[in-house]
């Protein structure tokens, strides 16, 4: 259970406690809810039910043959499993049976509200659906809730612990190309090359990951081909709404609906500079891919996919991917930097305690860490994938833009897949190569 342990222990503690619990477990498809279900549940007493879609008739027959309890109550069905002695019951996309059955989450509620405790989780892969309508599908049912757990990718540092024999370098790509995706990282096979896993999985129609970002895509949207467009065009660079509007000719507003709900999604975010003092070096409205993975299908397979079919998987790695792949892990190394830089505070192993955290856009560069105190003495950081050696030259072009944003840089800390230059020393400085992450 690498990276949820904290998730089981939570759940572990609602199990052993004297009342009743209700806890919705969400988060996206391989993100590991099962996983971490599986673990759970594997020394007790428990029923498990995975709701597809189907009718409310179809529904309850399937749940309660699952139970092998004839009804056409849940309740029922659960107060029989109960008194049989089983106290914890999982039901899967959960979804799925409150959108055609109102009665579901009325008989949950009840056995809950028992005298006799149980636990039941309620789990749910559309985080767009439990975040902004659950609430209101549910009703005043939703006050028996009693604890909400997501579900997240994992952060670094969970990463690499399922990695034994993969140089720092390449835990970073894989790292960018997974976004992190528990699911997708169990696919990622260690003891080949990361040119021979974009292969095997990206650039064959037998491929697991094919088609997996359009899919994913599919099952969150209907007009498909406007949120296919949009996509496309972030994944580009196409970084503002009137870039997409120039490029597309949909119409603003169509744009910002579009983008708002990618947004509810987790799949698109919108970016804010960091607020300073004068803003006219600053670059606003900027949206990107969130997802990683996403973002590497819409950059590399959607905008050729008509030549994968027809060309040698190696031969398109070559030629579409292999010299374009250091430009796009820069995002995620500077998460990754982000995230150093968070465990050092967490540590007391920085300069001084962060109050304000964020990143700066400017017209000329971005800065893409900024730790600033109470008293406005600013902590930077900074990724380099250039390649080539981090040089003095290129601290000086950071410490410009700094001016101009008008951020008081008192310490450095330079992040470099390449390497640093012999002359770039300083006090202030400190250069961290992809080795030391």
């Known amino acids: 259970m690498i990276g949820r342990e904290d998730q089981l222990k939570s759940l572990n503690q609602n199990y052993a406690s004297s009342k009743s619990n209700l ?5 996206r498809h391989g993100t590991g809810k099962t996983t971490l279900i599986k673990e759970f549940i594997k020394d007790k007493k428990s029923f498990y039910y995975k709701a597809v879609p189907a009718d409310d008739f179809e ?11 004839e009804s056409d109550s849940y309740y029922e069905i659960m107060k029989t ?3 049989r002695g089983i106290m914890l019951f999982v039901v899967e996309e959960f979804h799925n049976i409150i ?22 989780i309620l789990s749910c892969s559309s985080v767009a659906w439990v975040e902004n309508s659950m609430v209101k599908a549910m009703g005043n049912y939703a006050f028996n809730i009693n604890a909400f757990m997501k579900l997240k990718e994992f952060s670094y540092s969970d990463f690499i612990n399922r990695f034994h024999n993969t ?7 894989i790292y960018a190309i997974t976004g992190g995706n528990p699911g997708y990282v169990d696919r990622w096979n260690e003891n080949i090359s990361i040119k021979e896993n974009i292969c095997r999985l990206f650039l064959t129609d037998k491929g697991a990951w094919y088609k997996e970002a359009l899919n994913y895509v599919k099952d969150e ?10 996509l496309s065009c972030l994944a580009m660079g196409k970084n503002k709404l009137n870039d997409i509007h120039e490029y597309t000719g949909y119409g603003r507003d ?8 990618l947004i509810a999604r987790e799949i698109v975010e919108k970016i804010f500079s960091y607020d300073v003092f004068g803003n006219e070096n600053t670059r606003k409205g900027l949206y990107r891919i969130q997802d990683s993975f996403i973002e590497f299908w819409y950059r590399y397979i959607y905008q050729d996919w008509s030549r994968i079919d027809v060309t040698e998987p190696y031969e398109f790695y070559d030629s579409h991917i292999e010299n374009r792949l250091e430009e796009f892990v820069k995002n995620a190394f500077i998460r990754i930097a982000g995230e150093m830089l968070e465990i050092l505070g967490d540590m007391h192993k920085l300069p001084f305690e962060a109050v304000r955290k964020g990143s700066w856009y400017g017209k000329n560069g971005d800065i893409h860490l900024i730790f600033e105190d109470k008293d406005g003495n600013g902590i930077i950081g900074q990724v380099y994938v250039d390649d080539r050696k981090v040089c003095m030259e290129d601290f000086d072009r950071l410490r410009e833009n700094v001016q101009l944003a008008g951020i008081n840089g008192r310490f450095y800390y330079l992040f470099s897949i390449n390497g640093f230059s012999d002359d770039l020393k300083a006090d202030n400085i400190a250069t961290i190569g992809i080795e030391e992450l």
């Open 23 to 27: 806890t919705i477990l969400y988060g």
């Open 59 to 69: 529904q309850n027959g399937m749940f309660g043959r699952a139970a092998g309890v």
């Open 81 to 83: 499993l109960r008194d």
């Open 99 to 120: 959108k055609t059955d109102s009665n579901f989450m009325a008989d949950v509620s009840r056995l809950v509200r028992d005298e006799s405790k149980v636990m039941v």
């Open 167 to 173: 140089e720092p370098r390449e835990l970073l790509y």
């Open 221 to 230: 949207f209907r007009e498909i081909s406007v949120y296919n467009t949009i």
């Open 254 to 261: 169509k744009i910002s609906v579009y983008l708002k709900n």
